[in-house]
């Protein structure tokens, strides 16, 4: 068994909430752990493009392996458990007249001490939501985990 | 116009996901800010008994005025918009067979550097969800952000 | 072909609306209509109690035949449906830590011209939803229409 | 303190429920108020339009000041809410094949006694909800309240 | 009072679940039942089109009348319902990129021996729901039942 | 690659339809397969208890390793995805006065021809919900599906 030194949900949001001046020291400290993961910023109106944006970054950083459904479907539900923290009540965007800009961490990996626990994925969000007129907008996070 | 350092929200995940080393930090750095705060912990699988504790310690701290509607009412959505993203779906705990460890934060202050946009409050929640037997849980984290 | 004076959800909205001043003259209108009516009260932070208060005076005041479960069936969606209204988001009460005092009527006729589109339900909620501290609460509604 | 004559919540549904021979007399009863509000219509499959077309009229009738963000987000929750009521489980329309004709009101202004507490807004619709076609529709309505 | 030999939803769900080999037997059953009932197959990213394949059928094979708007009604909300189980969670689909390929039933008769429950109507749906890529998918169903 | 005769979820579904006379053969049909299954009842107006059922026959009958956290995550989520089917809406029984009696199935095997895509859970519930009084009740159906 080995020492868990920091929650993979906990990684994934540190990540997202990085700034310019922390973002190195995150992810020195991610290359540091045994989870890989990958980074990124997406904003749009359209939650299928948020979507689509995460599940092409964690495809193209080879988080998952986009040809075995199952990876993808760890990662979909992740994503849109993510999704319900940053829309807060209805999982939409441009139909109730609101745009995002998000970034966005893939966090894959064997949170639990036990290895027979197997590998986790965890999805997190952090950026603004409001009208789509800048400055109309406030913060929002979301955070999805699920078994991979 | 002041510059604002940081959101009102970020700083509220902060504090929740601040780990014994880190919290004397944040808690500095909330001191030096112009946000007032309250920080605790509840765990339950009882929602209403979450939403209690945190209605409790920001009227003891005086984040919020308990005499006010208007205070409590933005405290209260922001409360419920947090419980959004733990619960990810349904807003519901031990009905559905759950239960949650959570820090909470309640962050009080003018994120926006117009004067005329006034006080906002954030609710910040992270901590853990899962079955009502130990270990057989994961993190989850939500956020709520109102004006007040 | 009937000429239809106003709509069945207008006419179970304005009786829960109606004040003290008023509720005689929309008493009379309701008796003056081809629709059947009752009118009750009912506060609680359990939702059970709601929808139980709003079947029994159904029931006892012969708006709808408890002996029919197609009849019983249609009052209870339409119950559901106002429910949304007033909880906007969670239909649920005290497990989110507030409470409702509400004004209910159950409204039962024949809105249509056409004779055979039958009778239709109507179920209108008016009040106050709020933390369970008086004063606490702001007002809210909601109407559920079915065909019965 | 002051004496408050009716409701925020139930001046606005009164707005939309008052017929053509009832209007004229629910606006001097507004105009007699302390209350500010604005009345309009709209119709559409696009849940998008509708919240236009209410943030539209409440900023051009000056009832919300456009230029602060406190006070778009204020009525942008409570048109969400009031669309609670008029769908009643999805805030949906044309993704689940469905219009709507409404009528809005919005109102702001100080609905308690205590001076502190402040303006609120209130948002209220009333029409018909349905199929695409002429006549497969009935009523629904909505309220949503919040401070500001 | 006559005998009623299988539930109204039971024979709905095994029509979509029927097989090739099964489906002349299923339907053989239906013919000798007193219901009526339509069978078809829908497959789209827009929820607006599966509910619009389900109308059309029902309508085109007389199983209701869409001059009724109560018939209509009934089946609108039946296939929402329905609709609720094939999503579990938000009626959606395009939206948050995912895609079904539904068989689907629509039947109605009179299911309760008493006569004076008169007609039900039941929507039940079975297939795959899942990314739009080919084989990235997993079976999904959902059942509706409402008086008609 | 093996030959897939049938899905997962068809399986689970096929389990709770089966009647008195059919069981047998659909169990007969589950032995035969690489599937493991287990198959009970439940009945609640707790939903609590009706999530507890599920998952303390699933541990007794061995499908799932109750000392496993990512087996009973695989399962919990499946859960609520079958009651998501059953509730349409708001999962909840109790809260909102309705009953169930349910028969349910949990099944697991790996369902895709690709080895690599290794297990997957499937919920089925089947039966009645309604008001609690007996025969005001209709049936409705569940199904959740997960990776493990
Ligand atoms: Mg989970
Ligand atoms: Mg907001
Ligand atoms: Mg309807
Ligand atoms: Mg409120
Ligand atoms: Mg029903
Ligand atoms: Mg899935």
Known sequence: ???????IGKSALQLVLANSDEIEEAET???DSDFIYCLGKTGSMELQKVVSAIETAAK??????EELYRE???LYHAILEA???VTRGQVSLGDVMRTVGLRFSVVRG???ENEAEGEWIAV?????IGAPIRGLEHE???LGINHI
Not at 124 to 128: I, R, S, V
């Open 1 to 7: 068994m080995k020492k868990i030194d920091k929650g």
């Open 29 to 31: 400290h991610m290359k």
């Open 60 to 65: 193209r950083n080879a988080v998952i392996d």
């Open 72 to 74: 993808m479907h760890a």
């Open 83 to 85: 999704l319900e923290g």
């Open 110 to 112: 064997r949170p639990y």
């Open 124 to 128: 997190a969000l952090y950026g603004t």
């Open 140 to 142: 929002t996070t979301g």
